[in-house]
């Protein structure tokens, strides 16, 4: 396997954490979609893995290290907003609080690019 599509893979996981958090939550009470402070984290989360995988195939253009800063900033709310959040299920909190500090990691080790 190539370095890069490995590195690709690894940088998906956050993306794959919040996915399978909104699916663990919704399954265990699907009314959760009606909980903005339960849905917020969730969605904040999915936005900046995205915005992140998005900069990464675009290396050329990938943004400044205050732009980096404030996104990692994003992902520790995100994991407090994991930690702190009553989820029904406990695994997709501890997912959500995994995929935020991922993410935040991610966003700090990418201002040290060339």
Known sequence: ???????????????????SAAVFEIRRDPASLKHLIRILPLAAGTVASVLFLSFIFDSSDFPSNRFCTVISLVGLLVAAGGFLCRYKSRLAAALVVAGGLLLAYFWLISQMRP
């Open 1 to 19: 396997m190539n370095p890069t599509y490995s590195a690709l893979i690894l940088m998906g996981i956050p993306l794959l954490c919040f996915a």
